[in-house]
């Protein structure tokens, strides 16, 4: 028996228990609730940066003075529709999707006390500077934007959980429901059997927003704000942080478990925080904030979907011998140009092949790097549009950047040297599927 016939039970061993973690952790029920809140939403952040797009690039090509700031109205109210209330948009949609994991019977109520939560945890009084002003004024009984805004995602999505969790827990202690028979309409039945959990909790939420005030004068938005999100955003989305988490997630990927796992939660919420203040920043005509976002991950890490591969199978169709393989690279190619690639996932397959899995981790953290360097250097703009991730490469580039072409030629860059760096594996695995043929 040769040494790799005696190593095969120890790696399937080692794979089966990271299958099964990752599996674990996909499963997980709040992760699950936030991945699918993000996705019922993420239509309003690419038509946010659409209006973006249009507003900045394409009006400007038409109109002038008076006439393109009245044009741009439309881009504004989008953004005000879209952008300025997404974290109120995603703490109720985060009690649907955990009351709906949940199997809770009336996912509406958690919907409504969310939102009622999330409102009460806000500031009593905010500090605004008036139009034409200089100084700032108190207000009160007043909602910003920047607390319904990309500023408050992150508490959105700590007090849509925990509101849910509550909720749905006090609803279940039999001796605080109200039945007022079978007579009574549904809706109405319904509604007065949460009434004393909704009571209660948002009366725990009230109690403790009064004590932050009295005792510190603050609010729990402002302190999930500065003590939980700006810390976790200033690593997850800085350089090291985005290579490590998104590495790991198509590391993930290689054993069949969807690197949604790692981003979705780790990575995407702080990213569209990103994008959405670069947008905002873009559409004011303000310096940009921040090179990493959503949309350069996908247009420079994820070009043919995870993994790159669209480099992948422009090196199959140029050098590959094995019809096997082109065959599979023929069936991916008109997915893998608007981003979908598990067919060449499987189907060549990436999944547990050594050989493939190494450029398949490796190719997207050098394609990001090598845009963060370009963009450093003043040699491509940033992203400042939010793009669908299905859009198709060099496009993808052109728009994330509001039309910028040397982002195009970076983008070829990436592809051009992926092509290369995927061949010797590519020969490897081969090889050794010649071998596993004999």
Known sequence: ??????????????????????????????????????????????????????????????????????????GEIIVNGTLNIAALLIAPMIAWSLARNRDFSNPISAVVIALCSFIITMPMQVELVPVGGKTAVSLTQVLTFANT?????????????LSTEIFIRVSQIKRLEINLGE??????????????????????????AALLNNLLQTDLLHLITTLIQQPLRLVNTSLPGTLFIYSLGNLLFTFGIHQDV???VALEPFLIINATENMIAYANGQVIPHIITTAFVTTFGMIGGSGSTISLLIAIF?????????????????????????PV??????????????????LPAMGIFFAWICTTLGLMSR??????????PLLSAWLATAGDWRAVVVQLIIIAFGVFFYLPFLKIAERVALKTMR
Request: one cysteine or more.
């Open 183 to 208: 007579n009574v309409p549904p809706a109405v039945s319904k509604s007065f059997s949460v009434l004393i959990p909704t009571v209660l909790t948002l009366s725990l939420f009230a109690v403790f």
């Open 383 to 392: 992203c400042v549009v939010m793009i669908p991730w299905t859009t198709p």
């Open 1 to 74: 028996m040769s040494n790799s016939e005696q190593a095969t039970p120890d790696m399937q061993s080692f794979s089966d228990r990271v299958v099964e973690f990752s599996a674990r952790i996909a499963n997980q029920i709040h992760l699950c609730s936030l991945r699918d809140a993000f996705a019922s939403i993420m239509p309003i952040f690419i038509l946010a940066g659409l209006a973006v797009l249009v507003n900045n690039v394409i009006f400007p090509w038409i109109f002038d003075g008076d006439t393109l700031i009245r044009f741009k109205v439309w």
């Open 345 to 362: 996932i499987f189907g060549l397959p990436i999944v547990f092949n050594l050989p493939m899995m190494i450029p398949f981790v490796l």
């Open 318 to 342: 140029l050098f590959a011998r094995q019809q096997s393989s082109k065959q599979v690279a023929r069936l991916a190619l008109t997915p893998g140009v608007f981003n979908i690639n598990e």
């Open 262 to 264: 790692v981003n979705k």
């Open 149 to 161: 805004g990309v500023t408050g995602i992150f508490g959105g999505i700590i007090i849509g959980l």
